[in-house]
Nanobody
Framework: QVQFVESGGGLVQPGGSLRLSCAAS????????MSWYRQAPGKERELVAG????????NYADSVKGRFTISRDNAKNLVYLQMNSLKPEDTAVYYC???????????WGQGTQVTVSS
């Protein structure tokens, strides 16, 4: 079945860095765009970054542009989010999702918690 498993979150001080990973399975990974989303307490889930099927195109939310980098490894069915210069407002649970399935609530994983605090 379709599955997304996120990892790499943690507690980091402002200005620090984290690299999130997402292992995807159950579909032909290389054929679909992938995205990272996040949801902070009391807020709706928001799109953070996206990458096309073969990685040639990326897009970012204005709030993370220049600080976050999305990438993927189609040989390993992995997508990454490198997060630098982290701010307290980046605190959230981070999720990855294939663009094809973003409306399937039953396919969303557990996410990985990122907390930015001193």
């Amino acid at each position: 079945q379709v599955q997304f498993v996120e990892s790499g979150g943690g507690l980091v001080q402002p200005g620090g860095s984290l690299r999130l990973s997402c292992a995807a399975s159950g579909f032909t990974f290389r054929q679909y765009g992938m995205s990272w989303y996040r949801q902070a307490p009391g807020k709706e889930r928001e799109l953070v970054a996206g990458i096309s099927s073969y990685g040639g195109n990326t897009n970012y939310a204005d709030s993370v542009k220049g600080r976050f980098t999305i990438s993927r490894d189609n040989a390993k069915n992995l997508v990454y989010l490198q997060m630098n210069s982290l701010k307290p407002e980046d605190t959230a649970v981070y999720y990855c999702m294939a663009d094809l399935y973003r409306h399937r609530e039953d396919y969303w994983g557990q996410g990985t918690q990122v907390t930015v605090s001193s």
